[in-house]
Antibody, heavy 121, light 111 residues
């Protein structure tokens, strides 16, 4: 069974850092692009970042560029999101999603259940 | 403000058909055949419904179909059922540095 399990969400103060992780299983992780998508309470989906199968192509939403860093460890079947200089507007449920193909532009066919990040003093 | 424009809400009666639009520009919807659609029920993770404009993943009902004309993509649901009531989001590749954009979402109500 294809599965994505996110972890690392927490309540943090503005300006602090947090690292999210996503453990993948049930598929050849190193064949596919991976993404982070977030959803603020009561709001729509927002693409945060994506990374190609070999980390050769990486993209970020303008809202997080320069503050967030996506990475992956294919040996550990894991995806990460390092979040620095967190702001109140980063408060959201963060989903890990599997890309349909090895490069970023295609759809996301498998989603985790999400991990909650709350930024508040 | 979302990069792709969707109607905030649509509604239909059981058995009817509805269409949800997703309008972008030549830099995203109009420029690539990478439009995807997602269904999200309250409190649940999104579900992949359509990819590359009009393709259905295995397991998705053939009542769901996608199309594109110019800078506007569309999701049509035929034979509406109560279980179709959910939020629907479009997404596609963009030539900007952002790479991927979502629509603002459309709430479908089955009357």
């Amino acid at each position: 069974e294809v599965q994505l399990v996110e972890s690392g969400g927490d309540l943090v103060q503005p300006g602090r850092s947090l690292r999210l992780s996503c453990a993948a299983s049930g598929f050849n992780f190193d064949d596919y692009a991976m993404h982070w998508v977030r959803q603020a309470p009561g709001k729509g989906l927002e693409w945060v970042s994506g990374i190609s199968w070999n980390s050769g192509s990486i993209g970020y939403a303008d809202s997080v560029k320069g503050r967030f860093t996506i990475s992956r460890d294919n040996a550990k079947n894991s995806l990460y999101l390092q979040m620095n200089s967190l702001r109140a507007e980063d408060t959201a449920l963060y989903y890990c999603a599997k890309g349909l193909r090895g490069v970023i532009p295609y759809g996301m066919d498998v989603w985790g259940q999400g991990t909650t990040v709350t930024v508040s003093s | 403000q979302s990069a792709l424009t969707q109607p905030a809400s649509v509604s239909g009666s059981p058995g009817q058909s509805i269409t949800i639009s997703c309008t972008g520009t030549s830099s995203d919807v109009g420029g690539y055949n990478y439009v995807s659609w997602y269904q999200q029920h309250p409190g649940k993770a999104p579900k992949f419904m359509i990819y590359e404009v009009s393709n259905r993943p295995s397991g998705v009902s053939n009542r769901f179909s996608g199309s594109k004309s110019g800078n506007t993509a569309s999701l049509t649901i035929s034979g509406l059922q109560a279980e179709d009531e959910a939020d629907y989001y479009c997404s596609t590749h963009t030539s900007s540095s952002t790479l991927v954009v979502f629509g603002g979402g459309t709430k479908l109500t089955v009357l």
